[in-house]
């Protein structure tokens, strides 16, 4: 079985500074991670995935994710934060043979002006 | 444009009445998934969907029904034995391995 945990249930950063969100997770395969992005009463929309190939995965929004085995992270980040990156980010991981994600309980990121 | 479709956005029912909440998708994907949203917990799998005429209960399923007759669709029912149906409820559809997800229907019980 696989799970997620996600470090964090509220995260403020100033506008600029970096943004870095947590994620680690248990899989007894190798995985594949996933992270989402949900605006206020939205659906989530897909920032990146990592499907074992580069271990440092680029998404939309100037967001990356780097793998680490050795540490079961897939923690995500920013260089800038921007006002619009205020939402809530949630870290998934895709194990085994059943193709059902699990999620994590999700972070709420906030950009302060 | 391809995508997720779940209607109605916003729904407000009174208690003891059965809710359905639609979701069509027009991606051809064979896997469906139903979560359910409450605020600090993420999302929870209610039903979900690999092939049509067959479906699976996920980790909260009861008070909840579900149907796969065709392809693109994949009704949610939330029945009066559902204690607490007050929720975001979310839809999607996977392709290898990626959910696509639809825009939510929040459901109030009144």
């Known amino acids: 079985a696989q799970s997620v945990t996600q470090l964090g249930s509220h995260v403020s950063v100033s506008e600029g500074a970096l943004v870095l969100l947590r994620c680690n997770y248990s899989?007894?395969?190798?995985?594949?991670l996933f992270w989402y992005v949900q605006y206020p009463n939205q659906g989530l929309q897909l920032l990146l995935k990592y499907t074992s190939a580069a271990t440092l995965v680029k998404g939309i929004n100037g967001f990356e994710a780097e793998f680490k085995k050795s540490e079961t992270s897939f923690h995500l980040t920013k260089p800038s934060a921007h006002m619009s990156d205020a939402a809530e980010y949630f870290c998934?991981?895709?194990?085994?043979?059943?193709?059902?994600?699990?999620f994590g309980k999700g972070t709420l990121l906030t950009v302060n002006p | 444009d391809g995508g997720i479709t779940q209607s109605p956005k916003y729904l407000f029912r009174k208690e003891g009445q059965n809710v359905t909440l639609s979701c069509e998708q027009n991606l051809n994907h064979d896997a469906m998934y139903w979560y359910r949203q409450d605020p600090g917990q993420g999302l929870r799998l209610i039903y979900y969907s690999q092939i049509v005429n067959d479906f699976q209960k996920g980790d909260i399923a009861e008070g909840y029904s579900v149907s796969r007759e065709k392809k693109e669709s994949f009704p949610l029912t939330v029945t009066s034995a559902q204690k607490n149906p007050t929720a975001f409820y979310l839809c999607a559809s996977q392709n290898t391995g990626e959910l696509f997800f639809g825009e939510g229907s929040r459901l109030t019980v009144l």
């Open positions: 899989s007894s395969v190798p995985p594949y």
């Open positions: 998934a991981v895709l194990g085994g043979s059943n193709y059902k994600l699990t």
